[in-house]
């Protein structure tokens, strides 16, 4: 029986990383494949799973846009050199664990992207060790964009030369790393998030009047106007849903002093009560969504996750992947704006959820079908790659 290192987000203080790990590693063991777990940032040998993880990793995240771009690149580029250095027992002891494996599975996430410029040196690090030893490396399902700086697509174009299999999770990743690469020749397959293979929960109560409200937090965004503008269509989204039940929460940590703030805010501009939710686990998330009529989106895996419950969601366009989720799963998403048009849009089409849901919950089953068999496909030709 062949053996493989997962590379992956297995330690994360994001849900929708870890189970993109623990869905790759359901996948592989499904196909006999024996396997040795690596996470990714911590550059550490794992067993068991993980909750929501409570430590901050060292790596560093270049989000400020006040930071001019220059400025950004260089600070980036030596602060990933930095961090590397502080991993370098532990990539020793990867490369012993090697010796041991037919191959490297790295997988899942936004992995090639500069908002964390660590990511595609410490990628090219797992991928070099790997092939300096002759095993194969598969690098499958991952998000690539936004990449701006020069010396991190250089990095990129050679982890694509070095591995056996790459395949990315979107057609815009697509898009992106095709640009990125620059050569027609290079054999890049588009499957989809392994986080859509999650069972959809069996004991569901009826739903609700309860609306979930995935809120971005400040993190996601380049600049304050940006954010700001998201907060004010938010607010007033919220104060047009007379008689629901309001529900902000993310799967993503970092998100919930904005969901705060915006509880207070609805308060006391608008006089209008909202619960949050503090998702710690998967079970939370099933809880809530179990009993929602549809969701707004924030986080993209907070969208990934109503997808394989059958609930009917939207989203917004605040980073590329979004519209690359849209694309793949026939999702609306909408523009982060101020314009009243687009305000008549969204609230049209909540209108149209609720008046049609069973409709849309038919055609996101089907929709699902569909996905999962495009997965498992996927990770049958991975398997003849090792």
Avoid at 188 to 207: E, G, H, Q, W
Avoid at 218 to 246: A, P, R, V
């Amino acid at each position: 029986m062949k053996k493989v290192i997962i590379v992956s987000f297995f330690k994360s203080d994001n849900l929708g990383d870890l189970k993109i790990a623990n869905e790759i590693t359901k996948l592989v063991e499904n196909r006999e494949l024996k396997y040795v777990k690596y996470d990714f940032l911590e550059v550490e040998k794992l067993s068991g799973e993980f909750d929501l993880y409570e430590e901050k990793s060292s790596e560093i995240l270049l989000r400020n846009g006040r930071i001019k771009k220059i400025l950004k690149e260089i600070f980036s580029k030596i602060i990933s050199k930095k961090y590397l250095m502080t991993k370098k027992q532990n990539f020793k002891k990867f490369e012993e664990e090697l010796k041991n494996v037919d191959g490297v599975i790295i997988g899942g996430g936004n992995m090639f992207m500069d908002i964390s410029p660590v990511w595609p040196m410490l990628i090219n690090e797992y991928v070099k060790l790997a092939k300096k030893q002759n095993k194969k490396v598969v690098v499958t399902s991952v998000g690539v964009g936004p990449v701006k700086y020069k010396y991190n697509q250089k990095i990129i174009r050679s982890i694509v030369k070095k591995t056996d299999y790459f395949s990315v999770r979107d057609e815009k990743s697509l898009e992106e790393i095709t640009y990125i690469i620059k050569d027609q020749n290079m054999k890049i397959k588009t499957t989809r998030d392994p986080v859509f293979m999650l069972a959809k929960n069996s004991s569901y109560a009826n739903f609700s009047n309860v609306v979930g409200v995935s809120v971005l937090g400040h993190t996601c965004f380049d600049n304050e106007e940006l954010f700001d503008t998201y907060i004010k269509q938010i607010l007033q989204l919220i104060s047009s849903l007379s008689g629901k039940e309001i529900v902000l929460f993310s799967t993503e940590k970092s998100d919930y002093p904005t969901i705060k703030a915006v509880s207070k805010k609805l308060k006391k501009e608008y006089s209008i009560e909202v619960s949050i939710v503090n998702i710690k686990e998967l079970k939370d998330l099933k809880e809530l969504y179990s009993k929602c009529e549809f969701l707004i989106g924030g986080r993209m895996h907070a969208m990934i996750f109503a997808h394989t419950q059958n609930i009917p969601h939207f989203g917004f366009d605040w980073q590329r992947k979004i519209k690359g989720y849209g694309k793949s799963t026939e999702t609306l998403i909408f523009e982060i704006s101020k314009n009243k048009t687009e305000m008549k849009k969204i609230l049209d089409h909540i209108s149209f959820l609720i008046n049609f849901r069973a409709e849309q919950v038919n055609k996101i089953k089907a929709k699902n079908y569909e996905i999962k068999k495009i997965i498992e496909a996927e990770f049958d030709l991975i398997k003849t790659e090792i």
